[in-house]
Structures are given as structure tokens and as C-alpha cells.
Nanobody, 112 residues
């Protein structure tokens, strides 16, 4: 059974940093794709970053390029999202995704 469990969200000031974690189980990350999405109130869920393949090739949405970094630890079965230079508009619930599976989400609030 596939399970995705996010953690690491919280309240941070503008310009600050957070690292989100997604612990996964029930499958082996080989040539698959795992992604981080986010959803702010009143908006649609949007892709933030994804990591693909055995090499772990990353891709990013334009609005987070240069600020966010996705990575994975195959030993720990965890995908990370390091978020730097956070802005108020990054405030959202962040979700981990694998195929049709979603985690429960973790709230990120950027505010002074």
C-alpha cells in the first residue's frame, strides 16, 4: 500500500527558509516521478517541482526556480523540498504526489 507522509511545514518570515519532507512507502523509487504541489485558498492545486528517474532529474515551476530545490534520499525513502527566499505568495498547503497518490499536506505560511 502506497503511503506518502509530509512534514516540515510551519510559519516563517519572508526571506526565510523551510525544508519539507515526504516519507514514502509501498513502492520503490526507480524510474518513477515524484512531485510537490501546492494549493492556496481559493486556487487550484499547482505543480511546484518534480523529480524523475533513477538519476533524479529535477524540474521546477517558473515561480520557484532558483529558490526551491527538490531532492530524494533512496535509502531513507524520502523526497525533500528545500525552500529558500520564501515570499508571502508561497503560502499554501504543500502536497507530495506519486502517480494517483497524495499525502495529507503540510501547511506553509509565510508572514511577518
Amino acid at each position: 500500500q502506497v503511503q506518502l507522509v509530509e512534514s516540515g511545514g510551519g510559519l516563517v518570515q519572508p526571506g526565510g527558509s523551510l525544508t519539507l519532507s515526504c516519507a514514502y512507502s509501498g513502492f520503490t523509487f526507480n524510474n518513477y516521478t515524484m512531485s510537490w504541489y501546492r494549493q492556496a485558498p481559493g486556487t487550484e492545486r499547482e505543480l511546484v517541482a518534480r523529480i524523475t528517474g533513477a538519476i533524479g532529474w529535477p524540474t521546477y515551476a517558473d515561480h520557484v526556480k532558483g529558490r526551491f530545490r527538490i531532492s530524494r534520499d533512496s535509502i531513507a525513502n524520502t523526497v525533500y523540498l528545500v525552500m529558500n527566499s520564501l515570499k508571502a505568495e508561497d503560502t499554501a498547503v504543500y502536497y507530495c504526489n506519486y502517480q494517483d497518490y497524495w499525502g495529507q499536506g503540510t501547511q506553509v505560511t509565510v508572514s511577518s
